[in-house]
């Protein structure tokens, strides 16, 4: 997904690593599968980031991936709707609200933004800046 996304080659130790503490430990995210005859074909990751702002949470959507021979069948809109559903039943099960779901996109990414806004989602206006400790 890096690659064909961003042109990165990433440490596969790591990335192993990375998924597998996402799996241990829930608090870290939960991935979220599409599955096709039992197989997976598309995938995202959700985060979240407490808001004192708005008292309650945004998800953030990461690692969204499908594979190429399914794109354009839907796959990301079904997770993108079970999302939506998960969200809004959220505050009725835990007592917190999630106030709005987040991703970023490279710049470049132009056919990633399409989808994202033909299900609803908007510019946030924000630059997003980050500093690696690599």
């Given at each position: 997904m ?8 990433l ?5 192993e ?8 430990d829930p608090?870290k995210g ?5 599955c096709?005859t ?7 990751m959700i985060?979240l980031e ?11 959507v990461?690692?969204?991936?499908v594979l190429?021979a399914?794109r354009r069948?839907?796959?990301?809109r079904?997770?993108w ?5 998960r ?7 835990n007592?917190?609200?999630v106030?709005?779901?987040r ?6 990414n ?6 994202y806004?033909s ?5 946030a206006?924000y ?8």
């Amino acid at each position: 997904m890096a690659k064909e996304t961003e042109e990165k080659e990433l440490n596969r130790l790591v990335l192993e690593q990375g998924v597998r503490a996402v799996l241990d430990d829930p608090a870290k995210g939960q991935y979220w599968l599409a599955c096709k005859t039992g197989a997976p074909i598309g995938q995202l990751m959700i985060t979240l980031e407490w808001s004192d702002w708005r008292n309650g949470w945004f998800w953030w959507v990461q690692s969204v991936y499908v594979l190429p021979a399914c794109r354009r069948e839907g796959v990301f809109r079904s997770l993108w709707q079970s999302l939506i559903t998960r969200a809004l039943a959220h505050q009725e099960q835990n007592g917190e609200k999630v106030v709005g779901i987040r991703l970023y996109v490279e710049k470049e990414n132009y056919r990633a933004a399409k989808v994202y806004q033909s299900v609803g989602m908007v510019d946030a206006s924000y630059y997003v800046y980050e500093w690696l400790n690599q």
